[in-house]
């Protein structure tokens, strides 16, 4: 297990290295000026000057790379052009509310998704698939940005049970925290539900007329301990498959929800960030959103080769 | 035929009994208001740099109005009025040398007092700060100092008479001398101004708060515990915060949530008219860059004024109003604002009308082969994105053939700073003193001459009026500047936004000015 650890953290390691060239070359490529976009209004050559001199824009790519590296391997990521705030802290400010968003998203998205995909495989044919197969439908139809509003406007305005936007953090006030992230966990997560449910129907079903399942069954054991323990077992495989392949787009899509319920988390960052070409949060941001895909993508890893030891064997050898 | 098919599809009717419901001008609230309590205002995008020398964002002028006290500030009426100082300046015969008198008895928020050596240590690091935005405003001062403890003796290199408007945006908010020297580059993140609030704290992309200051001199007029400021980019969701009560005010408001906001019982609408303008620039001379000389363009808009007049001729502006913002702006065709206090511009039933017949004459006469084609670039927003669509049905009846290349902003002030274009929507928030709307934009070389307008006349009545104290006569000259520029078409003038703002009906001693910012300093909720 250490040695097949330690490989996968070597290949994330070289990963990373490469993520961060083309994150700094990329940001650069973008098109216009950066202290254009910071000048704002009143950019005469002498402001412009004096802030591309600030933010070592004058230098070339490679030294600033450099630069940039150098900090970063202190936990330096520099100082943001836009507000002058240490991005290190709006990153560690911003974090917590986008893994927070995404829990609770992935939560909503395993305790539903798995739930009906077990009762629409179980009972196949009868309403219970019908009406699960639909509201999955709906999940994935519906813009998120719509749902958003809509939701909003029926659980914030009309019924004012949950809050139509801001961030308190849990350990400040619990359940002022749950009144503003459970809407937008809804809007985040029914897209993502209604994927494993569907994935975990598929994959339910192929167990379900398996042999091993049939043997249980002869073998007398209920009907409990043949869905949980052996059907839905096998089928977890193919849902953490899922879930960590979608888990990259519960972090995307955290961008338009954060939007939608101003939460001050990664994507409205990120989106605040390219719009005033702020170079320093900018590739802080991108940087870490990769980091965070390399990371999930470990864990899944790790995960297969728990629930299916010959994985781990595989990956040793 | 083109504008009446965009009156078809846009429905003109309805649009137009909608925008008068929005009613008049409408600027505060003076309803008696109880003490206490928080005031949550939703702001259109995050402020940069909470430091009055650096700052460059009109929203971050909004949380400098609650904080950050300024020498001098404007009425209801778009009035000079003396804020930190004790009145209008006094001005030498000469021009050259500028008196203020300083409020006495006040204290910034770290609790050190306010004097004359603080003014002027601030107005030197406004001038003289590297990256300060207020370095070209305070260029002409060439010496500031405090005589006694209560006056400040400005030097000037040439008489400039825009000062005390300047004096009255943030190169005249005066930073305490003891913060300024133990934050340096921080002072942003501790910013500490005279104000009726302190900063408290600020979260990146989330909130600005500020606290009631015990320590302002008319701090028994203040109502309000906490002010905070929130940035909530998207306009509907910017609305759907005040209807659910999360938000109590919401700042720059386009026309579409303002219809929205007017069918919600609980809110009630502020707007004011803005000093700022919105229009067409035209590249006429911009070949080498932003601030070079200006050289020659080979194309009809650039080297003929007839086919510039037009194109000028071809647009209906009170159309483009009623279309894309529901007539809720105005109409303009000259860089000053009526509303201005100090040189009041064109009013909108003075602007030219449309006159297709005479713009196809024109043409005719200029000899230039049809379509004229020409490319407008335009930033990506819907709201532009509807200007240039708009323009292109009208153009098109004259004899032009207008294609849009719609171009993020930053990249297309970049490409206009460096004369890539035909023409490009161009716009200017506004300042008080109207040279603050014309000498950078206008002047031979101005540093935000991107159309590469050279033109002696012009750059003569610039200077002309900056040095000119009297007011009937700086009108006279502003008048005749306007006349100068519209005769050239290069900056086609079209609309001026308003200002509004929706608040809660909660709330109350809210003053919404020309200048655009939102004041919250005597606001409350209601007794």
Partial sequence: ?317 | MAVALVSLVSGCTSLQSSATEVGGVRKTDERPVRDGGTLTVALNSDPDKLDPSLAQTLVGRTVFAGMCEKLYDIDENGTLVPQLATSLPEVSADGLTVTLPVRQGAKFSDGTPLDAAAVVTSLLRHRDLPGSARATELGPVEKAVAVGSSTVRITLDHPYVPLTGVLADRAGMVMSPTALKKYGKDFTNHPSCVGAFRFVERVGGDRIVLEKDPNYYDAAKIHLDKVVYKPIADGNVRLANLRSGDVQIGDQMGPVDVQSSLTEPKLQLFNSPSLGYQGIGVNVGNVNGLGEKPGKIDTPLASDVRVREAFDLAIDRDLLNTVVFQGMYEPACGPISPQSGIAPGVDPEDCPKRDVAKAKKLLKEAGVKLPVKIELKTSTTPEQGRVGQVLQAMVKEAGFELSLLPTEYATMISETDEGDYDVFTSGWSGRLDPDGNVSNFLKTAGAMNAYGIGDPDIDRLIDEGRSVSDPARRTEIYDELTRRVQGDHSMIYLYRQKNYVVASKDVAGIRVYGDGLVRVTNAGYIR
């Fill in chain 1, 1 to 317: 297990m250490t040695k097949f650890l330690l490989t996968r953290l070597r290949q994330s390691l070289i990963t990373l290295i490469l993520v961060s060239i083309v994150v700094f070359a990329g940001i650069r490529a973008l098109p216009g000026d950066p202290a254009l976009a910071l000048a704002g209004e009143e950019r005469s050559p002498e402001a412009l000057a004096a802030i591309r001199e600030a933010y070592g824009l004058n230098d070339n790519i490679v030294v600033q790379y450099g630069r940039f590296v150098g900090h970063a391997l202190t936990g330096d990521l520099g100082t943001s052009s836009r507000t002058g705030l240490p991005v290190s802290e709006a990153i560690g400010q911003a974090l917590p509310v986008t893994l927070e968003l995404a829990a609770l998203s992935l939560l909503l998205a395993v305790v539903v998704g798995i739930g009906a995909g077990v009762l629409a495989a179980v009972r196949r044919g009868k309403p219970e698939e019908w009406l699960a197969n639909a509201v999955a439908l709906v999940g994935l139809s519906i813009p998120t940005f719509w749902l958003g509003i809509v939701l909003v406007l029926g659980f914030a305005i009309a019924v004012p049970v949950f809050a139509a936007s801001g961030y308190v953090p849990f350990g400040t006030d619990p359940l002022d925290n749950l009144r503003r992230m459970v809407l937008p966990s809804i809007v985040l997560g029914s897209g993502l539900a209604a994927v494993v449910m569907r994935q975990t129907r598929g994959a339910m079903l192929d167990s379900l007329s398996a042999d091993y399942v049939r043997t249980a069954r002869a073998k007398g054991l209920s009907r409990r301990a043949v869905v949980g323990g052996h059907a839905l077992r096998n089928s977890l495989v193919t849902v953490v498959t899922v879930l960590g392949l979608q888990l990259g787009h519960l972090i995307s899509g955290a961008v338009v929800t954060e939007q939608i319920f101003v939460l001050p988390g990664f994507g409205k960052l990120t989106i605040d960030a390219v719009f005033t070409r702020d170079y320093a949060t900018l590739q802080a941001v991108v940087l870490c959103t990769s980091a965070a895909y390399i990371l999930i993508n470990l864990l899944v890893d790790v995960v297969y080769s728990v629930i299916d030891p010959r994985i781990r064997l595989g990956g040793a050898r």
